[in-house]
């Protein structure tokens, strides 16, 4: 009949009886039971041992609070998704791209989105170049933007340009073709290893940028511990004042990240929390000199202590401090120990281009042994290309911008880079010094940490220190907007040295204006805080108060988008 087996029933019984009189091994079901009771058992051990290494680290209390704050997260992640709520958010958030984009892509002008038929002529091109540099722009020439440019007088630059029109076609990834070029490169590795009192043994490479640096360094701590220690899940502890590439760091090499708080009033790493978030999955420990927030350079020396006590790697992010820091003392300035002196410290990054005045697209990491940077290095020996090796993420690499950082270098010289020391950080203890004594920054603003370089962050009191960052944005001032806590700093470079009076003037009178909006609100009975105003505001304001930062995710996104619209 139809959907009945073809086995006659004689042979089907014959078949089942077979089965069920089949002798069973029970060697076979042992193995069985015992592959699955191990399997549970290292299932098991996984569990608690992570859950071990959280309570060691964070706490009971911490590890709830994370929980609280992980599941608010998560759970603000499906109301933003709701349809309704989702249709919303994007109608915001396309608004306030296309009010970006407004001001970052001028209407009108000229568009070239196909190559010219033919080639221009130079004066047209001349004339086009000319009309590119000077498109409007915060002034950072006149010393009205904070870092960004690291300028070192017009001499240097004309310098800088003559040696890079010398190796504009110059590529370190062929030493035989350019031997000059591959001279200069040690020789820059070798000025700044002396720079931050490198044992003999020590080596160092050049790289793009401080990103770089800080990603060579976690990239050459993965593979020593996966090489010595046979780590596979690789972790890192670091303050939550890091530099960012720490976290991109850990994104791109798949490490495990570790936020410690840097507490008031020292905004320093708190070294005891990092002692135990250590496990044997740990690769590298992290601390600044300075760091980028708040110019506050973290207590070191027990970084250090720490790392020799654990055998684990330190690294010191110097990208910031660069060719300051080495110099506070010479300059007569307070300084703490933050280099290859201390025996903790493994790597060190620091950026050429900033006061070391290279060219942008220069920076150093340095490594306290040629063992710990053979780990950063990349060799494919079997390409069908030939043998082929590079030392860092690059493989072509300009070696116009390394001519232009040994120029600088040896231009500048150890007595000239002292000079700018005292004037820098002079000046930014000047600017400290106003803030805490004049009656008006005083009562309003407050320094973060102690700041003993380049930086001096300040947060406000009773004002909204974004509306107070938008009103210099107003003067025509960029400073950089902060957050964890709410702030703003200040990163001197030489042209500022030349302003400061008038920032802080400036300072000064927008302070004083905000008052007044405060006051002109409470007359009006629409209480002390008003609606955010400006760009600042109204960004740090969303952003500090969303559990899920998907929101943001998205703006930076779409900023990123607008920069290649042409």
Known sequence: MPGSSRIPISLRDTFNTVKRSRPVNPQQIFNLELFKNVLFFFFVVRIVRRTFWKLKGRGIIGTIVELYHDTRRVLYGYFLRAPGIRTQVRKQVTESLAKVQTKMIPAGGTRYLTLPKEGWTDEALRTELEALANMDHTRWEDGYVSGAVYHGEEDLIKLQTEAYGKF??????????????????????????????????????????????????????????????????????????????????????????????????????????????????????????????????????????????????????????????????????????????????????????????????????????????TYQYFVSPDWSGGLYASPGIAGSRPGALIAGCWTSMMRVGEAGYIDACVKIVGCTKKIADHVVNSPTLGAELEIIGRPLVSVVAFTARNLDIYDIADGMNAKGWHLNALQNPPAVHVAVTLPITKVWERLVADLEAVIEAEREKERVRVVEGKGPKGKASGDTAALYGVAGSLPNKSIVVDLANGFLDLLYKA
């Open 168 to 373: 504009t076609v110059s590529n370190p990834i062929h030493p035989d073709v350019f031997p000059g070029v591959r001279k200069m490169e040690a020789e820059v590795v070798a000025m700044v290893l002396s720079m931050f009192h490198a044992p003999p043994k020590a080596a160092g490479v050049c790289t793009s940028g401080g990103t770089e640096s800080i990603l060579m360094a976690c990239y050459s701590a993965r593979q020593k511990a996966y090489a010595e220690r046979g780590v596979t899940e690789p972790e890192m502890i670091l303050p939550d004042t890091a530099h960012t590439a720490f976290r991109k760091a850990g994104d791109y090499f798949k490490i495990k990240i570790h936020l410690v708080p840097c507490p008031a009033p020292a905004y320093q790493v708190d070294v005891h929390r990092v002692s135990r978030l250590i496990n044997s999955n740990t690769i590298l420990l992290v601390g600044s000199a300075p760091n980028f927030p708040h110019g506050v350079i973290d207590d070191i020396s027990t970084l250090s202590k720490l790392a020799l006590k654990r055998r684990l790697p330190l690294h010191v992010d110097c990208c910031l401090g660069s060719f300051l820091v080495p110099f506070l003392d010479k300059a007569g300035f307070e300084t703490e120990p933050f280099d290859f002196r201390l025996k903790g410290v493994t790597s060190i990054s620091c950026d050429t281009h900033k006061y070391g005045f290279a060219p942008k697209g220069n920076s150093t990491v340095l490594y306290r042994s040629e063992e710990l940077r």
